[in-house]
T-cell receptor
Framework: AQSVTQLGSHVSVSEGALVLLRCNYS??????LFWYVQYPNQGLQLLLK??????LVKGINGFEAEFKKSETSFHLTKPSAHMSDAAEYFC????????????FGQGTRLTINP | EAEVAQSPRYKITEKSQAVAFWCDPI?????LYWYRQILGQGPELLVQ????????DSQLPKDRFSAERLKGVDSTLKIQPAELGDSAMYLC????????????FGPGTRLTVT
């Protein structure tokens, strides 16, 4: 079964600093990969996704992620954090084989310090 | 921009009572999902519909939970009787066949069972 591990349940950075949120997946076959953002008491909004092609994916709000097959990783980055980036971030995968169920990581809460 | 609608946004109920949530997916989206998100965790799939048919309800606690999508459009998720452990955010999402790997989420219903 697919699983997703997000390293660090809570990440805190200063405004203007680099944001790095880590995500690793377990699968013998590279899945489709997603990052979602969730603001308090709201639903999930898709930031970016990787299916095929270029391994560096750019998303909304200045975020990007790089698929690294050799490391089974899909880390999310943003060069300069903004106060509005404070939220919960979820990495998720869908297997391209068998049951195509979206499986989420536990989430990382991002705090931005002024 | 089309959105997934959910109601109510918040619901407080006493244990042993019945509760129902409603979801209206984006027009034309054949696939509809119900997720449960416990505080501090990622969403977990409860049930998936393709049109009016259930395609995956393996994680739905069928002794107390039921879901329907009678006309293949909007959907209702019911809990009867509610238990304290059911307190969570219930999220609805939808997708199209052509973009089945990208799910669009509604704002969710925050359920508190007292």
């Amino acid at each position: 079964a697919q699983s997703v591990t997000q390293l660090g349940s809570h990440v805190s950075v200063s405004e203007g600093a680099l944001v790095l949120l880590r995500c690793n997946y377990s699968s013998s076959v590279p899945p489709y990969l997603f990052w979602y953002v969730q603001y308090p008491n709201q639903g999930l909004q898709l930031l970016l996704k990787y299916t095929t092609g270029a391994t560096l994916v750019k998303g909304i709000n200045g975020f990007e992620a790089e698929f690294k097959k050799s490391e089974t990783s899909f880390h999310l980055t943003k060069p300069s954090a903004h106060m509005s980036d404070a939220a919960e971030y979820f990495c998720a995968v869908i297997s391209i084989q068998g049951a195509q169920k979206l499986v989420f990581g536990q989430g990382t809460r991002l705090t931005i310090n002024p | 921009e089309a959105e997934v609608a959910q109601s109510p946004r918040y619901k407080i109920t006493e244990k042993s009572q019945a509760v129902a949530f409603w979801c209206d997916p984006i027009s034309g989206h054949a696939t509809l999902y119900w997720y449960r998100q416990i505080l501090g965790q990622g969403p977990e799939l409860l049930v998936q519909f393709q049109d009016e048919s259930v395609v995956d309800d393996s994680q739905l606690p069928k002794d107390r939970f039921s879901a329907e999508r009678l006309k293949g459009v909007d959907s209702t998720l019911k809990i009867q009787p509610a238990e304290l452990g059911d307190s969570a955010m219930y999220l609805c999402a939808s997708s199209t066949r052509s973009t089945g790997n990208e799910q669009y989420f509604g704002p969710g219903t925050r359920l508190t069972v007292t």
